[in-house]
């Protein structure tokens, strides 16, 4: 049943984007384009989602025993703010500077069945697994140091 | 029928967004963030077969509003150099720095949570920088 949820779930998400047009990266790039041409219309799907998104977490959430097809919610509860969070956020902000595409919207333009948007997503990919591995060498480091 | 303003659709879009967002955590208590999704589904496939239908709902999704509206899929126009780099940087750095758009903006912004607020305006900051440099800047 959980699977077929997350299904449900993941059409959902993905219809969402396309709606949006956060699957259009001349749309993106206009967003991001404040000086020149710019196009506004994509600050309403943050605006959209967190309308959604904030009273359900806010008030709702906290009064749910746990997840309907689940044990536990599992929320992340870290605090600290680390040079990886910031960093990490400055380089995927250049990356989505570059292509316009951030990691929902170029899963879902798999759809477009463009070469240059399988191009785009296997990068991103790489760079996920990549950076996945150089976490583990600066948790490993710090460890050794401890 | 009026075409509506793109401002609505982008807010409807949004509404659809936030409701698949809400949902994964109501139902299987989990963030629809996609790239934390994205990485359960590729270290550990079989634990996580959830994470795999999640993400093969994402391009159906588009599939299914394309193929509904008859809107066109909207086209991607980049130099391939640029694609490898500009996708290989938006996953390492969306990975290093715990999510992207989905993780940080709609449900860590909606958790009121101090990481995804400094990680949406770093993201935002930067994206708007590259984009100044490269259509105004003589960079790219």
Redesign the interface.
């Known amino acids: 049943m959980n699977l077929v949820a997350a299904l449900g779930c993941g059409i959902l998400f993905g219809v969402g984007l396309a709606m949006s047009g956060m699957t259009d990266t001349e749309r993106v790039i206009g967003f991001f384009d404040v000086f020149g041409n710019w196009d506004p219309s994509l600050a309403f799907v943050m605006g959209g989602g967190l309308l959604i998104s904030l009273p359900f977490f806010q008030l709702l959430q906290p009064k749910l025993k746990g997840p309907v097809f689940g044990d536990v919610f599992r929320v992340p509860d870290r605090t600290d703010i680390d040079g990886r969070l910031i960093g990490g956020a400055a380089l995927f902000g250049i990356g989505w500077g570059l292509t316009g595409l951030c990691p929902g919207p170029a899963v879902a333009a798999l759809a477009h069945l463009d070469v240059d948007i399988i191009w785009a997503t296997l990068a991103m990919l790489a760079g996920m697994l990549a950076a996945d591995q150089i976490d583990r060498l600066l948790d490993a480091g710090k460890t050794s140091r401890a | 029928m009026t075409p509506l303003h ?27 963030g ?2 934390g999704i ?2 359960q589904g ?2 550990a496939p079989a634990a996580n ?3 795999i ?14 193929s509904l509206t008859g809107t066109p ?6 130099p ?1 150099p ?17 999510g ?3 993780g ?12 995804s607020i ?3 305006c ?11 440099m ?3 800047g003589g960079v ?1």
């Open positions: 793109p401002f609505v659709v982008s807010l409807f879009g949004g509404f659809c967004i936030g409701i698949a967002a809400v949902l994964m955590m109501a139902l299987l208590g989990r963030i629809a996609i790239t994205l990485m590729m270290r077969q959830w994470a239908a999640f993400v093969a709902g994402l391009p159906a999704g588009a599939l299914l509003f394309h899929m909207p086209p991607f126009d980049a391939l640029m694609i490898i780099a500009g996708g290989f940087t938006v996953g390492f750095g969306a990975r290093l720095g715990s992207c758009t989905s940080h903006g709609i449900c860590g912004l909606g958790r009121f949570s101090v990481r400094i990680a949406v770093t993201f935002m900051l930067f994206a708007f920088l590259t984009v100044f490269r259509l105004h790219g």
